[in-house]
C-alpha cells in the first residue's frame, strides 16, 4: 500500500492514540497465567498484539473481546496446554521472547516461528540466560539462536544474571521463568528499562522488588486476575508530538499517555532541543502513571542523545531524527546500535530515506550525526515494513515541502492502526 502525506501546518487538535503496546501484550500473558478473568479496556488492536493473542489461545486459553474490551480466562500459572500447532508470532519480538520465558517452565514442548523479519532478530540474548536455568532451547544453529525454534519445557531454577543489553524483553523473559523457578531470581541492570512487566506482575500479586539496580522475583505460588486500563501509547503519541513541534503554527494535545518514567526519554530529548512540551492532569491507573500531553510548534536547536537514556527512547529514535533535521545546529544520537537489530537496521534505513528528503544526516557506528536546517522536500521513501520507519517518513511528510508517498506503509497496522487517518483528519 502507497499512502500519500502532504504539508500542514497551523495544526490545532486534541488526539487519542491507541493503547501502549508493550503494556498490551502484557496483559494477555500475565491474564493468562492468573486465576480468573483479566478485564482489558484500551488494549492495541494492532498486528503485534493479535499475534500474542493468537499463541494463547493455541495454549488453551479463552479469549473473548466484547464493548471494545478483551476479556482472558486465565487458567493460573500452570494451566497453558501443549498447542496441536506451531506458535507463529508474527512480526512480534516481544511476543517471542516474553512467551519463551513463560514455556521454558511448562511441562511439554513447543516449536515457535515468526516472518522473515523475526528470523533474523537474536534469540541468543533470552537463550543464554533461560539456559542457565535449565530451560531447554533448540534451533538450527543453536549457538546463535534463531527463530524457528524448539523449547522443551522443564524445571528451572532461580539465578542471579547481568543483563549484558539494556532489555526490557531480555529481563521480562528471565522474571516470567523466575515466576517457576525453584527460588529466588534476580536480574541485575547496568541501564534502567522499562518496567511494565514488574508493575503489572506486582498487581497481580507477584512477589518482584526492585533494589538499586537489581530486580528480585521469588517463585509465584498464584497470580490474581485484575482489571487492566491499558494508557495511550507514548511511542504512538511521539509522531505526534515531533508533528506539532514542526509544523507551523501547531499545538497537539493527546490525551491519557502512558508516562512511566523508563519511557518518557522522548519528551526529555525534546525538550532538551528546545521543544514546547508540557503534561497535565498526571494520574496512576493500575500502577502506571498516566497524563495529558501538550506540545506545540517549536524552534529546535541540536543536542546529543546517548547513555542511559537511549533504552528510555529506542524505539523514538526513528522520529527523534526527523526533529533533528528540523533543528538549528547539530543533533548527535550515539549508544544505539540496539537499533541494527529492530524490524529494520534502523540506523540504516532512517538514514537512507532521510536523505531522500535532503537532510543532512551521517551514519557512525552506534548512531548518526545530524546537521539540521537542510529544507526536506517531498519524495518517494519506502518503509522496509518496519511501522517506525514508515511512521517517522510521514512526518517528516508534514513538514515537507510538496507531497511525500510511502511505499509498503500498510505495515503502521502493527503498532497504529489508524495512524493514517488520524494525520488525514487534522
Known amino acids: 500500500m502507497n499512502q500519500i502525506i502532504t504539508p500542514k501546518q497551523n495544526i490545532h487538535a486534541t488526539i487519542t492514540v491507541p493503547g501502549d503496546k508493550s503494556i498490551s501484550h502484557r496483559s494477555i500473558m500475565f491474564g493468562a497465567l492468573a486465576k480468573g478473568i483479566t478485564e482489558i479496556e484500551g488494549f492495541l488492536m494492532g498486528q503485534d498484539c493479535l499475534s500474542t493473542i493468537s499463541c494463547f489461545q493455541k495454549l488453551g486459553i479463552t479469549i473473548e473481546q466484547n464493548n471494545n474490551k478483551i476479556f482472558v480466562h486465565g487458567k493460573g500459572l500452570y494451566g497453558l496446554t501443549k498447542p496441536n500447532e506451531i506458535l507463529d508470532v508474527g512480526n512480534s519480538g516481544t511476543t517471542l521472547r516474553l512467551i519463551s520465558g513463560i514455556l521454558s517452565a511448562q511441562p511439554f514442548s513447543c516449536h515457535l516461528t515468526g516472518d522473515s523479519s523475526i528470523q533474523k532478530r537474536p534469540m541468543n540474548r533470552i537463550a543464554i540466560p533461560l539456559r542457565k536455568m535449565g530451560a531447554i532451547l533448540k534451533g538450527n544453529d543453536d549457538e546463535n539462536l534463531f527463530a524457528p525454534f524448539t523449547i522443551e519445557g522443564k524445571k528451572l531454577k532461580g539465578i542471579t544474571y547481568t543483563l549484558p543489553v539494556a532489555s526490557a524483553q531480555v529481563k521480562s523473559a528471565i522474571l516470567l521463568a523466575g515466576l517457576f523457578a525453584e527460588g529466588e531470581t534476580v536480574v541485575i541492570e547496568t541501564e534502567a528499562t522499562r518496567d511494565h512487566t514488574e508493575i503489572m506482575l506486582r498487581y497481580m500479586g507477584a512477589d518482584i522488588q526492585k533494589i538499586g539496580n537489581e530486580i528480585h522475583c521469588k517463585t509465584a505460588t498464584e497470580l490474581y486476575a485484575q482489571k487492566i486500563s491499558v494508557p495511550a501509547d507514548i511511542s504512538s503519541a511521539a509522531y505526534f508530538i515531533v508533528m506539532a513541534c514542526i509544523c507551523k503554527n501547531s499545538e497537539i494535545l493527546l490525551k491519557n499517555v502512558g508516562i512511566n518514567e523508563t519511557r518518557t526519554g522522548i519528551i526529555d530529548a525534546l525538550q532538551s532541543m528546545g521543544g514546547n512540551i508540557t503534561i497535565e492532569n498526571e494520574k496512576i491507573v493500575n500502577g502506571e502513571k498516566i497524563g495529558d500531553i501538550r506540545a506545540k510548534y517549536s524552534a529546535f536547536h541540536g543536542t546529543t542523545i546517548g547513555g542511559a537514556d537511549i533504552p528510555r527512547l529506542i524505539d523514538e529514535i526513528p522520529v ?107
Open 320 to 426: 527523534i531524527a526527523v526533529a533533528g533535521c528540523f533543528a538549528e545546529g547539530t543533533t548527535i544520537i550515539k549508544d544505539a546500535q540496539e537499533l541494527k537489530v529492530k524490524e529494520s537496521n534502523r540506523i540504516k534505513t532512517i538514514i537512507t530515506e532521510l536523505k531522500k528528503f535532503g537532510a543532512d544526516i551521517t551514519e557512525t557506528e552506534d548512531g548518526m550525526i545530524i546537521q539540521g536546517g537542510n529544507i526536506l522536500k517531498g519524495c518517494v521513501t519506502q518503509s522496509y515494513q518496519d511501522h517506525r520507519i514508515a511512521m517517522s517518513m510521514a512526518v517528516a511528510g508534514t513538514a515537507a515541502l510538496g507531497e511525500t508517498t510511502i511505499t509498503g506503509a500498510e505495515c503502521a497496522n502493527i503498532s497504529f492502526p489508524n495512524f493514517y487517518d488520524i494525520i488525514s483528519s487534522i
